[in-house]
């Protein structure tokens, strides 16, 4: 599980949850603050890098989409 495709995977995706979620702080956006909540929280519940992947650009799209939406 903790091969280095993983880690190196969720050290990324966790930094842009990271900083989706001080984005979102700052502009009071409460998609933009979930969607990094949840990407900094994928790495415990996905045991694969492609499938932690797959997820976090699925959220990335759904953050852009909402915030451009006005939610």
């Known amino acids: 599980m903790l091969s280095?495709?993983?880690l190196f995977a969720s050290l990324l995706w966790g930094s842009i949850g990271l900083g989706y979620f001080i984005y979102g702080?700052?502009?009071q956006s409460f998609s933009a603050m979930t969607g990094g909540?949840?990407?900094m929280a994928l790495a415990?519940?996905?045991g694969s890098a492609l499938a932690?992947?797959?997820v976090s650009l699925i959220i990335i799209a759904s953050v852009f989409v909402l915030?451009?939406?006005g939610y």
Do not use: A
């Open 4 to 6: 280095g495709s993983y």
């Open 25 to 27: 702080k700052k502009q």
């Open 37 to 39: 909540i949840l990407m």
């Open 44 to 46: 415990y519940f996905i």
């Open 52 to 54: 932690m992947s797959v």
């Open 67 to 69: 915030v451009k939406k």
